[in-house]
């Protein structure tokens, strides 16, 4: 483990923080990568301070010893194993049903709990948390790819030696030894994510959501902006025929024009923000998106990549926005405002256009909001984007977990068939019972309880419920119809096809887009940031710019947002852009790195 130095060395913004122990220690090299907000830091007072890190949970019992001639072939150790998430509420939940835990604690002798890092940005609770250097037995972020934010803050830690390689531990495993097979990653999750060059066989993270099979789908996703059906309904105007922003925004103004109300009898807004909070949407502005959103990195018409920066077409983009926020068409915090409000407004009906959310959402299930488009792209008309296999949040266990190898293989038994019945189907004869062909039959009771009180739902504690605890660790190596028989949760019940995220995905044609996708095996534009010899200074940068952006947006003209722009740009490049660009190029010239310059959805 490296050095760590005293309270008396870190900023200011550690000094009042209080993280399980009451004491913040950082390593020397972190102090300057790690620019804590306050907000990051301030969050810390609200985690738990039960002190269940990996120091003191090695070998926690949850129970009554099992003798060893009762144990099933299951059994890993009599143990707790305790889990730090760096992702949304929304997403996951620290609750678990009691019979659910009881089950696992008897096939595997393993105690199971999880805590969730409330943060306004996940990603601030990865970086504080880190910088605690007091981590349980493992965590769980995001990470789509090796060009999210959070590769740069696992990345560095894994360099500091806060993390336990996994590679070996792998091995000797049923699942996750399929990670060690030559064909079975795609290349960033194998190349960028895990078995980095540069680790020489080491590997600190496990990048989740692989697919079996290559060109699998797990779900029917549909993500973008929605409308709600009445506005739609009123206005005569069908959601899947607005192709531009030019059409967005003639909707927009009919929105305004319309009179509508919210639930609380209050004006509508017409275009509202991401249902998970502020920030640039590239699917509500994808014919003016100069590649991926939060990316901004593509060639030009002769195949020279450029930044979004260096191009005419960022202020096209700026004066669009402009337009919006100045006719009152969008809302005035759409790229600032908190999750907790966002989220209000669309269950409150208040965003006449939610600009992005997805039909997996309980609160949608009746579709009274439906997806709008899908909106053009720079390239031409929409066409569905389709990973050759998919890569989605990861994991990691932190170097002072001792006996790590029964974290690898609890995650292994989770991940594997029995293991996802349990987390996805929940018990067999309380939530389903097996047909004769071996496949899960969902109780009727269930999907009923589902639809009519969500909450007492989720409850019972698994996957089909919307209660995700296992996909943290047991999500990946997915086929759910060679697994399950289905590919959703309950399909096979009539009363469960007849409604919800697969009735809006019939609506959008999700199967005909993607019978017509683009299957690609690729890396994003910023994924070689970690490699990059000024990686870290170009990153400041880059996060610089996204602010520069939204303070163009509010700009007072389009003059003075060309000059916030401008000046952020010879930051970028003074951080060495020209010469990152140049290495995407060569990058993209290699088959086995090629550049997806495309928004991946």
């Not at 020397?28 to 301070?49: E, T």
């Not at 949304?88 to 890092?117: C, H, L, Q, S, V």
């Not at 990345?155 to 030696?161: F, H, M, Q, S, T």
């Not at 006996?403 to 996802?420: I, N, T, W």
Request: aromatic share 12%; charged share 25%.
């Amino acid at each position: 483990m490296p050095e760590l130095f005293s309270v008396k060395n870190v900023p200011d913004v550690f000094h009042k923080t209080n993280y399980r122990k009451g004491e913040i220690r950082v390593n020397k090299k972190w102090a300057k990568f790690l620019a804590l907000p306050l907000m990051a830091a301030m969050l810390l007072a609200g985690c738990s301070n039960s002190n269940n890190g990996g120091n003191a949970s090695g070998n926690a019992s949850g129970g009554a010893s099992v003798a060893p001639e009762d144990r099933p072939a299951t059994w890993i150790a009599d143990r707790k194993i305790k889990g730090l998430v760096f992702m949304g509420t929304d997403d996951y939940t620290e609750d678990m049903n009691p019979e659910i835990k009881a089950e696992i604690k008897k096939r595997t002798g393993i105690d199971f709990e999880i805590e969730i890092m409330k943060a306004s940005k996940s990603i601030d609770g990865l970086v504080a948390g880190i910088a605690a250097n007091d981590l349980p037995d493992f965590i769980a972020f995001y990470l789509n790819n090796s060009g999210r934010p959070e590769m740069q803050v696992v990345l560095k830690a894994a360099r500091e030696g806060i993390f336990t390689d996994l590679a070996p531990l792998m091995k000797d495993t049923k699942v996750y030894s399929k990670y060690l097979q030559d064909d079975y990653l795609p290349n960033d999750t194998k190349y960028g994510v895990m078995f980095r060059p540069e680790f020489d066989g080491s590997a600190y993270f496990i990048h989740m959501n692989v697919n079996r099979q290559s060109g699998y789908d797990s779900r029917k996703y549909v993500g973008g902006p929605y409308i709600r059906k009445d506005i739609a309904e009123a206005l005569g105007v069908d959601p899947r025929t607005i192709k531009t922003t030019d059409q967005l925004y003639e909707l927009a103004k009919k929105i305004k024009a319309g009179g509508f109300k919210d639930n609380n009898g209050k004006d509508v807004v017409p275009i509202g923000p991401n249902y998970w909070g502020g920030q640039e949407i590239g699917r509500l502005f994808a014919d003016l998106e100069w590649g991926e959103d939060g990316q901004w990195i593509r060639p030009d018409d002769q195949g020279k990549v450029l930044h979004e920066s260096q191009t005419p077409n960022v202020l096209k983009k700026v004066e669009y926005v402009q337009k919006l926020l100045a006719e009152k068409l969008i809302h005035p915090e759409f790229f600032t405002v908190d999750e907790t409000q966002a989220t209000e407004g669309a269950l409150n009906g208040t965003w006449g256009i939610i600009a992005n959310t997805h039909n997996y959402q309980d609160y949608n299930q009746d579709m009274h909001y439906l997806p709008l488009g899908p909106l053009n792209t720079l390239d031409g008309e929409y066409q569905m984007q389709v990973a050759f296999k998919s890569g989605y949040s990861a994991w990691a266990i932190p170097s002072t977990t001792k006996k790590p190898e029964e974290v690898m293989q609890f995650a292994d038994y989770l991940s594997s068939r029995e293991g996802k019945l349990l987390w996805m189907y929940g018990l067999e004869g309380r939530d389903y019972t097996l047909g004769a062909d071996g496949f899960p039959l969902v109780k009727q009771e269930v999907i009923d309880l589902k639809a009519n009180d969500p909450n007492a739902a989720k409850a019972l504690g698994f996957g089909g419920v919307r209660n995700w605890w296992g996909e943290l660790l047991g999500s990946t190596d997915i086929d759910k119809m060679a697994d399950f028989g289905e590919m959703e949760y309950g399909e096979k019940l009539q009363e469960a096809t007849s409604q919800g995220a697969l009735e809006i995905a019939k609506y959008w044609d999700w199967d005909a887009k993607r019978q017509q996708a683009n299957v690609f095996d690729a890396y994003s534009p910023n994924a070689f940031l970690g490699e990059f010899s000024r990686g870290a200074e170009l990153k400041a940068a880059f996060d610089n710019y996204r602010d520069s952006l939204v303070k163009a947006y509010y700009s007072k003209s389009l003059d003075n947002a060309k000059q916030v722009l401008d000046s952020a740009l010879k930051q970028m490049q003074a951080a060495g852009l020209d010469e990152y660009l140049k290495l995407v190029e060569e990058k993209n010239a290699d088959p086995h790195t090629k550049v997806s310059f495309r928004a991946s959805y």
